[in-house]
Nanobody, 124 residues
Framework: QVQLVESGGGLVQAGGSLRLSCAASGRTFSNYAMGWFRQAPGKERVFVAGISSSGIRTKYTDSVAGRFTISRTNAKNTVYLQMNALKPEDTAVYYC?????????????????WGQGTQVTVSS
Protein backbone atom coordinates (compact mmCIF):
# COMPACT_ATOMS: atom_id res chain seq x y z
CA GLN A 1 0.00 0.00 0.00
CA VAL A 2 1.20 3.48 -0.87
CA GLN A 3 -0.23 6.67 0.55
CA LEU A 4 0.30 9.93 -1.26
CA VAL A 5 -0.05 13.44 0.14
CA GLU A 6 0.18 16.50 -2.12
CA SER A 7 1.11 19.99 -1.00
CA GLY A 8 2.14 23.31 -2.48
CA GLY A 9 -1.01 24.40 -4.24
CA GLY A 10 -2.44 27.87 -3.92
CA LEU A 11 -3.46 31.06 -5.66
CA VAL A 12 -0.99 32.71 -8.02
CA GLN A 13 -1.15 35.36 -10.70
CA ALA A 14 -0.67 34.50 -14.35
CA GLY A 15 3.03 34.24 -15.15
CA GLY A 16 3.87 33.14 -11.63
CA SER A 17 5.28 29.87 -10.34
CA LEU A 18 4.34 27.15 -7.90
CA ARG A 19 6.06 23.97 -6.80
CA LEU A 20 3.91 21.00 -5.92
CA SER A 21 5.22 18.19 -3.76
CA CYS A 22 3.88 14.68 -3.28
CA ALA A 23 5.14 12.71 -0.30
CA ALA A 24 4.74 8.95 -0.45
CA SER A 25 4.65 6.43 2.35
CA GLY A 26 6.29 3.04 2.14
CA ARG A 27 9.77 1.80 1.46
CA THR A 28 9.26 0.85 -2.18
CA PHE A 29 8.74 4.33 -3.62
CA SER A 30 11.67 3.83 -5.98
CA ASN A 31 9.82 0.95 -7.65
CA TYR A 32 6.96 3.15 -8.83
CA ALA A 33 6.60 5.41 -11.79
CA MET A 34 4.86 8.61 -10.72
CA GLY A 35 2.50 10.93 -12.45
CA TRP A 36 0.77 14.27 -12.01
CA PHE A 37 -2.77 14.70 -13.28
CA ARG A 38 -5.18 17.59 -13.07
CA GLN A 39 -8.91 18.03 -13.13
CA ALA A 40 -10.64 21.30 -13.88
CA PRO A 41 -14.28 21.89 -12.85
CA GLY A 42 -16.63 19.97 -15.09
CA LYS A 43 -13.81 18.24 -16.94
CA GLU A 44 -12.19 14.85 -16.78
CA ARG A 45 -8.91 14.15 -15.05
CA VAL A 46 -6.01 14.43 -17.51
CA PHE A 47 -2.34 13.59 -17.57
CA VAL A 48 0.08 16.44 -16.95
CA ALA A 49 3.52 14.89 -16.40
CA GLY A 50 5.10 11.59 -15.50
CA ILE A 51 8.46 10.26 -14.41
CA SER A 52 9.88 6.76 -14.47
CA SER A 53 10.82 4.96 -11.28
CA SER A 54 14.50 5.77 -11.79
CA GLY A 55 13.81 9.38 -12.66
CA ILE A 56 15.59 9.06 -15.98
CA ARG A 57 12.58 9.33 -18.24
CA THR A 58 9.91 12.03 -18.15
CA LYS A 59 6.88 12.82 -20.23
CA TYR A 60 4.67 15.90 -20.48
CA THR A 61 1.41 16.82 -22.06
CA ASP A 62 1.93 19.33 -24.85
CA SER A 63 0.23 22.22 -23.07
CA VAL A 64 2.77 22.23 -20.20
CA ALA A 65 5.96 21.14 -21.97
CA GLY A 66 8.65 23.76 -21.48
CA ARG A 67 6.83 25.32 -18.51
CA PHE A 68 6.50 22.44 -16.04
CA THR A 69 9.21 20.12 -14.75
CA ILE A 70 8.64 16.87 -12.93
CA SER A 71 11.36 15.43 -10.71
CA ARG A 72 11.74 13.00 -7.85
CA THR A 73 13.99 12.33 -4.90
CA ASN A 74 13.72 8.65 -4.08
CA ALA A 75 15.69 9.04 -0.86
CA LYS A 76 12.92 11.36 0.37
CA ASN A 77 10.00 9.44 -1.16
CA THR A 78 8.92 12.64 -2.88
CA VAL A 79 7.97 13.71 -6.37
CA TYR A 80 7.77 17.35 -7.42
CA LEU A 81 6.10 19.41 -10.10
CA GLN A 82 7.71 22.77 -10.73
CA MET A 83 5.22 24.95 -12.58
CA ASN A 84 6.44 28.16 -14.23
CA ALA A 85 4.76 30.71 -16.47
CA LEU A 86 1.38 29.66 -15.13
CA LYS A 87 -1.74 30.46 -17.12
CA PRO A 88 -5.38 30.74 -16.03
CA GLU A 89 -6.08 27.53 -17.96
CA ASP A 90 -3.74 25.68 -15.58
CA THR A 91 -6.34 26.17 -12.84
CA ALA A 92 -7.36 22.75 -11.55
CA VAL A 93 -7.03 20.28 -8.73
CA TYR A 94 -3.69 18.54 -9.15
CA TYR A 95 -3.28 14.92 -8.17
CA CYS A 96 -0.21 12.78 -7.87
CA UNK A 97 -0.41 9.08 -8.58
CA UNK A 98 1.80 6.02 -8.31
CA UNK A 99 2.04 3.23 -10.86
CA UNK A 100 3.55 -0.17 -10.04
CA UNK A 101 5.20 -0.27 -13.43
CA UNK A 102 8.56 1.42 -13.84
CA UNK A 103 7.77 3.19 -17.11
CA UNK A 104 5.79 6.41 -17.51
CA UNK A 105 2.12 5.91 -18.27
CA UNK A 106 -0.27 8.61 -19.49
CA UNK A 107 -3.47 6.65 -18.91
CA UNK A 108 -4.95 7.32 -15.47
CA UNK A 109 -6.26 3.75 -15.39
CA UNK A 110 -2.68 2.49 -15.18
CA UNK A 111 -2.11 4.13 -11.80
CA UNK A 112 -2.72 2.19 -8.63
CA UNK A 113 -2.61 4.86 -5.92
CA TRP A 114 -3.81 8.45 -5.79
CA GLY A 115 -3.45 11.41 -3.49
CA GLN A 116 -6.30 13.64 -2.37
CA GLY A 117 -5.30 16.50 -4.63
CA THR A 118 -4.22 20.10 -4.15
CA GLN A 119 -5.94 23.14 -5.65
CA VAL A 120 -4.04 25.40 -8.02
CA THR A 121 -5.74 28.63 -9.02
CA VAL A 122 -4.17 31.01 -11.52
CA SER A 123 -5.72 34.45 -11.76
CA SER A 124 -5.55 36.58 -14.87
Amino acid sequence: QVQLVESGGGLVQAGGSLRLSCAASGRTFSNYAMGWFRQAPGKERVFVAGISSSGIRTKYTDSVAGRFTISRTNAKNTVYLQMNALKPEDTAVYYCAADRSTAVQVDARSYNYWGQGTQVTVSS
